[in-house]
């Protein structure tokens, strides 16, 4: 018996409990709020490859709260690494079977096979209900078949699914342009720049939306005040 309890014994048994402790820890460390923090900084601070690689494990890790909030930087790359980042969790974000209805439908695309791709996504959308990016992405394909109604509905269902998915945001407001309800598209451009404040595209689109709004106040006519009650 005392052979099992030699000092030797002793610490590889010692080392084989801190190698198990580690092994099922390790998942944990990970997705902890200090590894993300620490990838966030990666990402502000280290070279284009450390960016990709933080941006890569913030999306594996659950990471989306401090790739949204590097969506604010300055810097045009890092947003680019957090914006294909939060692609990848959108994606991925009811699992392997929604995921590959997606990539089937972006096949279809490829193939010009319009139809067939909407098909897909139709189905995606029944099959996952709950899953804001398949109604983002048929909200796209409908806009690009001019069914622009059915489009801006899909959007609202991305953004009540998810609210901080800026796509549908976006979306949503260039809908409701071609719809001629440049008030709401206002709103949904707004709300699309507070969560990407630095594109310019939805930057000149939501100038375009005030000032055609502004254009049209100043050419209706001015309604004159009504007349009180004689006494």
């Known amino acids: 018996m ?13 080392l084989l409990a801190l190698f198990l402790a580690l092994f099922y820890a390790w998942p944990h460390v990970l997705r902890s709020e200090w590894n ?28 989306r709260e401090q790739l949204q909030r590097a969506l604010q ?12 980042a939060l692609f990848d969790i959108w994606v991925a974000q009811e699992g392997e ?21 909407l098909n897909h996504l139709t189905r995606l959308t029944r099959m996952h209900p709950f899953f804001a990016e398949g109604w983002n992405r048929r909200a796209t394909l409908l806009w690009q078949l001019g069914q622009v109604e059915q489009s ?35 709103k949904a451009f ?17 100038r375009w939306a005030e000032d055609t709004l502004k254009r049209e106040k100043l050419r209706q006519p001015t309604q004159p005040e009504p007349m009180g009650e004689l006494v």
């Open 2 to 14: 005392r052979r099992f309890f030699t000092p030797l014994c002793v610490r590889l048994y010692a």
């Open 36 to 63: 993300r923090e620490r990838l966030y900084r990666q990402l502000l601070s280290g070279n284009n490859k450390e960016r990709l690689a933080a941006g890569e494990q913030l999306a594996a890790h659950g990471g």
């Open 73 to 84: 930087s300055d810097s045009a790359s890092i947003r680019t690494v957090a914006i294909s």
């Open 97 to 117: 079977e929604a995921a590959l209805l997606l990539q089937v439908a972006g096949n279809s695309i490829e193939q010009k096979n319009i139809r067939g791709a």
């Open 152 to 186: 801006l509905a899909d959007c609202r269902k991305a953004v009540l699914l998810d609210p901080d998915h800026f796509g549908a945001w976006q979306g949503m407001g260039l809908c409701q342009v071609r719809l001629g309800d440049l008030s709401a598209a206002q």
């Open 190 to 206: 707004q709300q699309a720049l507070r969560l990407i404040p630095h594109d310019r595209q939805t930057q000149r689109y939501l």
